[in-house]
């Protein structure tokens, strides 16, 4: 896929898997509804969530984006994740660098 098509792709979609890593060092994948924004890869989760607790001590995710229908794709992030805090709830930003 091009960039364009890399960016089209991830607005459009609207599940992914966060992949972090666990205090004992496996990995630890949830899937997870976002937004794309601006570079960004937006989960809203609580400040409880596993998620949270694992970008808290190790900032590096992976975020898998793919689809099904009507062909398979998807699209691999690599990241580093940061937690920022907003009223009931904690959003992790992941800033992405795209690859496939």
């Known amino acids: ?10 607005k459009e979609a609207q599940f992914a898997r966060l ?5 004992d060092g ?10 794309y924004e601006s570079g960004r890869i937006i989960v809203v989760t609580p400040e409880v969530s596993r998620k949270v607790r694992n970008v808290r001590l190790n ?5 898998l984006v793919d689809i099904e229908q009507p062909t398979a ?3 691999v992030i ?8 907003r009223v009931n709830s904690r959003e992790i930003h992941v ?4 690859g496939v």
């Open 59 to 63: 900032k590096n995710v992976t975020v």
């Open 26 to 35: 496996s990995i630890h994948v949830a899937p997870i509804w976002y937004n």
């Open 78 to 85: 690599y990241g580093k994740a940061e937690v920022q805090y």
């Open 1 to 10: 896929m091009t960039r364009e098509e890399i960016e089209s792709f991830l």
């Open 73 to 75: 794709k998807g699209v």
């Open 95 to 98: 800033r992405c660098c795209l």
């Open 19 to 23: 992949c972090s890593i666990n205090k």
